[in-house]
């Protein structure tokens, strides 16, 4: 069974430029999470997706970060514009129920 | 959702028996408890998850009391690739899942 898919799986770019991360969930997955994680803490959830509607996207700050999953498979994460604070690991994870969640690599974004 | 509080890390040495327990002391009726493990460069993989008393699978045991306030995760003669990050999360998946994972305790598997 094909795991969680990233990319890109690093990432530097410059502060107050833009960045897209691509995520494809184990298949047959309704549930799919992007969560942030800074070095030395657990993962925070930025974005909850039951198929292609939001579930929870209470800890997303939304005056930069836009996520969508299109079609309810696929989904995107975009940061614009791009701050200091912002360098972490992007982890998505997808589920088919929510204690059993399979996370993929991540992406390292590093802003400058 | 229950909070979690378990050690920031540990140190072990390969063949003992590492035990890593965590305080959910505002645990709810429906909530299970579910551990994760991390190690670097990767996202956490699922390991073992209980409602009440003793659950063991092929990588750990997980050890509930009666009053559930909390849980102790048992592995059995560590190697050095035990060495990650191991988080305890406290849910209910009647309420759309929404985990959150704490700092986690750093276990350290020495020769």
């Known amino acids: 069974e094909a795991g969680v898919a990233q990319s890109p799986r690093y990432k530097i770019i410059e502060k107050r430029q833009s960045v897209a991360f691509w995520c494809n969930p184990i298949?047959?997955?309704?549930?799919l999470y992007w969560y942030q994680q800074i070095l030395g803490q657990g993962p925070k959830l930025l974005i909850q997706?039951?198929?292609?509607?939001?579930?929870?996207d209470s800890q997303l700050p939304k005056d930069r970060f836009s996520a969508e999953r299109l079609k309810g498979v696929d989904s995107t994460l975009k940061i614009q514009p791009a701050k200091l604070e912002d360098s972490a690991v992007y982890l998505c994870?997808?589920?088919?129920?929510?204690?059993?969640?399979?996370f993929g690599p991540g992406t390292r974004l590093t802003v400058l | 959702l229950a909070k979690t509080t378990q050690p920031i890390s540990m140190d072990s040495y390969e063949g003992q028996e590492v035990n890593i327990t965590c305080s959910h002391n505002?645990?709810?009726?429906?909530?299970?408890i579910t551990w994760y493990q991390q190690f670097p460069s990767q996202g956490p993989r699922f390991i073992i998850q209980?409602?009440?008393t003793k659950v063991t699978n092929e990588v750990a045991s997980l050890f509930i009391p009666a009053d559930r306030k909390s849980s102790t995760l048992s592995l059995p003669r560590v190697s050095l690739s035990d060495t990650a990050v191991y988080y305890c999360?406290?849910?209910?998946?009647?309420?759309?899942?929404?985990?959150?994972f704490g700092k986690g305790t750093k276990l350290s598997v020495k020769p």
């Open positions: 994870a997808s589920s088919f129920n929510p204690y059993t969640q399979y």
């Open positions: 298949s047959g997955h309704a549930t």
């Open positions: 997706f039951q198929n292609n509607g939001v579930v929870d």
């Open positions: 505002n645990i709810a009726t429906n909530d299970y």
């Open positions: 209980g409602y009440k």
């Open positions: 999360l406290v849910g209910d998946a009647g309420s759309q899942g929404n985990l959150i």
